[in-house]
C-alpha cells in the first residue's frame, strides 16, 4: 500500500489546517521573544522558522499515510528512521539558509566555525528535538481523529445491535409457532396423555429459553443448545421420523457464549424452506469444529416457499455479530447441503 491508495482513507486536508495553526502558534512564541530583542529580519527568521516547522509536520504526516501508520508513537523502526532522516535534512537546509543571510546568533556561528562536522552535529541536535515534537504533535493529531472514528462506529454498531436485538425479539416466538404447537398438544391429550405432558414441559422450557435476556447480549453455548435441542424435540414429536437431528460439541464449549437466540433460527430456517418426508428425512446436525459452532442440514427445497425467503434472519444473525467480532458468520451453499458456521465467542 502507498500513498496514492491510503490518501482517500485519511483527512489530509483537515490535518493540514490545523499543522499550520499548530506552526503558527509555535512560531508566535519567537515572534514574541523576538520583539524584546534587536534583531534585524526577525519577520525573515520567523517565516523560515515557520516553513521549516511546517515543513518537517507535513513530511512526517505524508510519510505515516504512505505506510498506512495509524500511531506515530508505536510507529515501526523504518518509519521514524525515515522520518527523522526528512527532519534532518529540513533542519540541514534551514541552519544553511539562516547562515547565508547572516541570521544565525554568535553561539551558532562559534559552534559551527569550528569545523564541518559540529555544522551536522548541530542540525542532527535540532532535527532530533523537532522530531520529537512533530512526533508528539501528529500523536494527539491522529490518535485525536481516530479515537472520534472509533466512538463514531462504535455508536453505529450499538444502533445496530438495539435494532437487531429489537427484530429478534419480536421474531422469537411467532404466531405459527404458538398454533402448530397447541394443535399438536391439543392432538397429543387425545391420544398419548404421557407424550403430551413431555411436550408441554418441553414447550415451556423452550417458551422460558426464548425470552432470557442479559446485559451483553450474550448466552452461552449450553444455553443455545438447550433450545435449538428443546425446539428440535418438540418438532420431532409432531413430523417423527420426518426429522432427524444431531448435536454433537464438546462439553469443554459449553461456557463459551454466542449472542442470544442465534442457533434456534437457523434450525427453524432448515424447518420453513425444505420439505422432508419420513422416506426423504430432512437432517440436521449441529457440531463444533475450531472455535465455530456449525448447523448443517441437507436441502430438499420446497417448490413454492411460504416463508420469506430474502435471507432476513441470515442478516439480522450478521449484525449482531457484527457487534462482538468481525468476520464471525459464514454461510456456505453446497447445493445439496447448506451450512451456516458461527464463531464462538471466548469472553
Not at 437466540?261 to 475450531?290: C, G, M, R, W
Request: glycine fraction near 4%; charge should be positive.
Amino acid at each position: 500500500m502507498g500513498f496514492v491508495q491510503n490518501r482517500h482513507r485519511y483527512p489530509l486536508k483537515y490535518w493540514t489546517k490545523r499543522s499550520a495553526i499548530f506552526s503558527l502558534c509555535i512560531v508566535s512564541i519567537l515572534v514574541i521573544d523576538s520583539l524584546y530583542k534587536d534583531q534585524g529580519r526577525f519577520w525573515l527568521n520567523t517565516a523560515i522558522a515557520f516553513a521549516g516547522l511546517f515543513g518537517v509536520i507535513i513530511c512526517n504526516l505524508l510519510l505515516h499515510v504512505h505506510f498506512d501508520v495509524k500511531d506515530p508513537i508505536k510507529s515501526p523502526i523504518k518509519v521514524k528512521i525515515f522520518g527523522y532522516v526528512l527532519t534532518f535534512g529540513i533542519c540541514l537546509m534551514m541552519l544553511a539558509f539562516s547562515a547565508q543571510l547572516g541570521m544565525l546568533t554568535h553561539e551558532e556561528c562559534r559552534i559551527i566555525q569550528g569545523s564541518s562536522l559540529n555544522f551536522f552535529l548541530l542540525s542532527g541536535f535540532r532535527a532530533a528535538i523537532l522530531d520529537f515534537i512533530v512526533l508528539l504533535w501528529l500523536y494527539f493529531l491522529m490518535n485525536d481523529y481516530f479515537k472520534n472514528q472509533l466512538e463514531l462506529e462504535r455508536s453505529k454498531l450499538d444502533k445496530l445491535k438495539e435494532r437487531a436485538v429489537n427484530q429478534m425479539l419480536r421474531q422469537q416466538v411467532q404466531p405459527h409457532f404458538l398454533f402448530n404447537a397447541l394443535s399438536s398438544l391439543k392432538s397429543l391429550i387425545k391420544k398419548d396423555s404421557t407424550m403430551a405432558e413431555s411436550y408441554l414441559l418441553q414447550l415451556s422450557d423452550y417458551l422460558r429459553g426464548s425470552f432470557m435476556t442479559s446485559d451483553d447480549g450474550l448466552a452461552t453455548v449450553k444455553q443455545e443448545l438447550k433450545l435449538c435441542e428443546d425446539y428440535l424435540s418438540m418438532q420431532k414429536i409432531r413430523f417423527k421420523e420426518a426429522i432427524q437431528y444431531n448435536i454433537d460439541v464438546s462439553a469443554s464449549s459449553f461456557k463459551a457464549h454466542l449472542p442470544i437466540f442465534s442457533l434456534q433460527p437457523l434450525v427453524d430456517n432448515a424447518l420453513k424452506h425444505n420439505h422432508y418426508t419420513i422416506e426423504n428425512p430432512l437432517h440436521i446436525d449441529i457440531s463444533q469444529q475450531e472455535g465455530w459452532i456449525i448447523v448443517r442440514n441437507n436441502v430438499c427445497a420446497r417448490k413454492q416457499a411460504t416463508e420469506d425467503t430474502n435471507n432476513y434472519g441470515l442478516n439480522n444473525l450478521k449484525e449482531r455479530f457484527s457487534y462482538y467480532m468481525k468476520d464471525s458468520v459464514i454461510i456456505q451453499d453446497q447445493g445439496s447441503c447448506f451450512e451456516v458456521h458461527v464463531k464462538i465467542i471466548h469472553a
